[in-house]
């Protein structure tokens, strides 16, 4: 999938570094890149973080429609990419045995996790209402700013 033109994931990097580097908040720096990518990503209908709370992901700041606020460790893609490791592109959705269904008209998505050291906390998700949305690029982009927020926050 073709971003608008002049799209650059290493652009959006350098903007995320500066928009974060004003605070070591985890929430306020979660809702900030949020909006970020939501403003500058094209076709993406939800983009937001779940953040570790016991043995759950606690939906946290995220743009885009009411998302689910629970969800289990190993559930979901996002349960599964926090108990992975891993970061997964799902191009879609039905396809995935136990996506769970926040927004009927999601059909890709892609949901990388969030470890500072070595400990869990949380994921980063995106989804699109089109198949097949997110590149390779776009994993590696989204990891990078992922670690973009890490370093950012305490
Ligand atoms: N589809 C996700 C749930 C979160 S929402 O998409 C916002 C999942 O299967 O984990």
């Keep these: 999938m073709n971003e608008r033109s002049g799209f650059s994931w290493q652009r959006l990097g350098r903007q ?62 996002c349960g599964t990419a926090a108990v992975s490791g891993e970061t997964i592109r799902v191009a879609d959705v039905d396809t995935f045995d136990g996506h769970i269904t926040c927004d009927a008209e999601a059909r890709s998505e892609l949901v990388v996790p969030l470890f500072k050291q070595g400990q869990l906390l949380g994921v980063l998700d995106v989804d699109s209402t089109s198949y097949d949305r997110f590149s390779e690029q776009d994993e590696a982009g989204l990891e990078d700013l992922a670690r973009i927020y890490l370093a950012s926050v305490s």
């Excluded at 004003?22 to 990503?41: D, F, K, T």
């Design 16 to 77: 995320a570094e500066g928009l974060l580097g004003v605070s070591a908040n985890r929430i306020s720096n979660a809702a900030n890149l949020s909006a970020l990518l939501y403003q500058e990503l094209s076709d993406v209908s939800w983009v937001g973080f779940y953040f570790l709370d016991g043995q759950d992901l606690m939906v946290g700041p995220f743009q885009g429609k009411p998302a689910c606020v629970r969800i289990e460790l190993g559930h979901g893609v």
